[in-house]
């Protein structure tokens, strides 16, 4: 628990572990700064992104762009603005990011020059705690009026900045002008009642999490004050006056009232992830029958197996229900990350595992797939299919999945484990370990494990004083079914079995809501341990999404696996996997990092150059996670292949 008490010029307050003394959400997440990673699968992505990702961040944030010397312009009073007018969020998802890696890869170069940045951005920011260098640039007249114009998407990022900045160096700067900005829109909006509808959804959750850190109860009312504006007419701007789609934004009707997913997939996901905090908080009813409905039209409707949401390229969202097209799936990173963000919420409010299933699958494959190998190259949409001509690339004109990414990977600590007042929650399986004070008692937690391409996992729970509480380890919801929900289910294939022992003895132990409880006198040394049989499953498509008619994909635990022609010449255009198709998982250490692959044999269809006729010839076949493709140059991939040839339309 921090101790350090932070004053400004609007509030005094005591930071605390986050949500550990909140009454009201069911389950509170350890926060990032108090878990350590050491891990096989992650580890490296943490230093990659420390390494790699976080240089490509900063050179483009610093030098190949004028994200910085925006701020230094409003500070001067001299030059003009450059680039777009939300460049300043980059800038702020950034040092979160940094703020991040610094818990897990101290680095005091990294650190001073962010101290820098932050001191060109308190510089920029106006006597009234306004902050925005394109409107200050540009004319301040101009401020406020365009509700699409992200000026307080890009504040919603500095307060999220703030906060993991304060959280990892305890330097309070940057949260102080965040604090500000936030008193400015209080006062400028909530206590005027001046309507105001976000046109990019982010505001509501960073809010959120300052009230978390503040414990001001005036950001919750802010909060839910930004969640009411919707769906009563009151927007301005781009979106309502010039493409007349308020359901863009979802501002076609009020909150309580929507049931569907519509409109842009990264604000919808930014918008549903603040409700459902503040659902917890108010418990209003209201709210939680929105966000349980949203969630199963989503899950049911528009969700991919990779994870993904956001079918249509065309409003970066949401299409018709079913309609989940591979190739031209736009699945953008930064809706993923959203995902995940949700899910946690969704997860907090009901201690309900489903929804670390559904995040699980997205972090493990649509989120991680759009950074490279190398950790400088990016994917901003994620197709589940591709002809060869679709890369990453180096960097964005709108760059907001580079460091989008980067922070959620680097705060991966923050989505492990969860407590309520006295018991621990195991939601992932990564290698790790923590120390949580459960009702007055430190217990120490120690995860290790190989898992997501091995099953086994131990879990060493520690208290400082023997004592009785129950820790609730996770069921992985894919032993059962791909993903909660009908669209997606295995063919073929029974449940796949787990055993569970504390201290190598069977215990009595009982499945809660996805979770299996383990409630005992624990003492120090205890460990359990969770055995996950893991098996190829093969999966197949509700008969709604008909882009995957009689189709099948291949799954090991939480990991979608995709064929790349690099390994399967012609693989996706003439591959076909058969229902009675044996395989074979092998650990490959020195393929793209070391990968579990999936080797088979199959026929592979092609066309015969003299006769014309379609003829198949069987292969040795090599899948790999779908995360991991494209990282050896362009190559044709696909998930989805036929299982007869007369399924099939060969190219």
């Known amino acids: ?39 096989k699968f992650w580890s490296p992505q943490l230093d990659k992104v420390a390494n790699q990702t976080l240089d490509a961040c900063v050179s483009y944030t610093e030098d190949k762009t004028a994200r910085i010397r925006n701020f230094e312009n409003v500070a001067s009073g001299k030059g003009k603005h450059e680039g777009m007018y939300y460049d300043d969020s980059d800038v702020y998802k950034a040092i979160e990011a940094i703020a991040y890696s610094l818990k897990n890869f101290p680095n005091a170069d990294l650190e001073k020059n962010t101290d820098g940045w932050i001191d060109k951005i308190a510089a920029a920011q106006q006597k009234d705690g306004y902050l925005n260098t394109y409107y200050t640039l540009t004319g301040l007249d101009g401020r406020w009026k365009d509700m699409e114009r992200h000026e307080d998407y890009c504040a919603g990022h500095l307060i999220e900045a703030g906060i993991a900045y304060f959280n990892t160096t305890g330097k309070d700067k940057l949260l102080n002008v965040a604090i500000k900005f936030a008193d400015h829109i209080d006062q400028y909006f909530k206590q005027q009642n001046k309507p105001w509808v976000s046109g990019h ?22 909060a839910d004050w930004f969640v009411d504006q919707r769906g009563k007419g009151y927007g301005v701007g781009k979106i309502w006056d010039e493409w007349k789609a308020p359901e863009y934004a979802q501002d076609d009707i009020p909150v309580r009232q929507q049931r569907k997913i ?51 390229g065309s409003n970066e969202g949401f299409g018709k229900p079913y309609d989940l097209p591979n190739e031209s799936a736009y699945c953008e990173t930064c809706a993923s990350v959203g995902m995940v963000f949700w899910n946690q919420k969704m997860n907090m409010l009901s201690a309900q595992a489903k929804y670390i299933d559904v995040l699980e699958r997205t972090l493990y494959n649509a989120a991680i797939d759009g950074i490279s190998l190398s950790g400088d190259r990016f994917f901003y949409g994620n197709p589940l299919a591709s002809n060869g001509d679709y890369e990453r690339s180096e960097w964005f004109g709108t760059a907001c999945c580079p460091s989008n990414i980067a922070r959620l990977v680097s705060s991966l600590g923050s989505y492990i484990y969860s407590r309520s007042a006295s018991d621990l929650y195991v939601n992932l399986f990564v290698g790790s370990e923590t120390t949580v004070n459960l009702d007055k008692n430190m217990v120490f937690i120690k995860q290790t494990t190989n898992y997501p391409y091995q099953g086994q996992m131990e879990v060493e729970v520690s208290p400082k004083k023997a004592k009785e509480f129950a820790v609730y380890v996770r069921i992985p919801g894919w032993l059962k ?46 460990k359990i341990a969770l055995n996950l049989d893991m098996q190829v499953k093969r999966v197949v498509s509700s008969d709604e999404i008909k882009q995957n008619k009689g189709r099948v994909a291949l799954q090991y635990g939480p990991i979608v696996y995709a064929i790349e022609d690099v390994d399967n010449p012609n693989a996706k255009s003439g591959l076909i996997i058969p229902e009675n198709t044996s395989f074979e998982v092998q650990y490959q250490p020195e393929l793209l990092g070391g990968a579990n692959t999936i080797k088979f044999k199959a026929p592979v269809a092609q066309v015969n150059g003299q006769s014309g006729q379609i003829e198949t010839v069987e292969k040795s076949i090599t899948a790999i996670p779908y995360f991991l493709w494209n990282n050896r140059g362009k190559s044709p991939m696909q998930i989805w292949f036929p299982e007869r040839i007369n399924t099939f339309n060969i190219n």
């Not at 999490?209 to 109860?217: C, P, V």
């Open 1 to 39: 628990m921090i101790q350090k008490l932070l004053c400004s010029a609007s509030v005094v307050f005591l930071t605390l572990e986050l949500f550990a003394q909140d009454p009201t959400h069911k389950i509170y997440p350890i926060n990032f700064s108090q878990v350590a990673i050491d891990d």
């Open 201 to 222: 959804q982010g505001i509501e959750l960073a809010l959120m999490r300052l009230y978390h850190q503040t414990k001001n109860k005036k950001y919750l009312d802010l």
């Open 481 to 526: 079914s791909p993903v909660p929900g009908s669209l997606y289910h295995y063919k073929g294939a029974s449940d796949t079995k787990y055993t569970l022992l504390v201290n190598g003895q069977q215990v009595a132990a009982t499945e809660e809501d996805g979770y299996l409880k383990i409630h005992r006198k624990w003492k120090k040394g205890d």
């Open 262 to 312: 519509t409109g842009h997939a990264v604000r919808a996901m930014y918008l549903y992830t603040g409700i459902a905090d503040i659902a917890a908080e108010n418990k209003d009813q209201g709210y939680i029958q929105t966000m349980d409905a949203i969630w199963d039209d989503v899950v049911n409707k528009h969700y991919y197996i990779t994870g993904g949401i956001g079918a249509q």
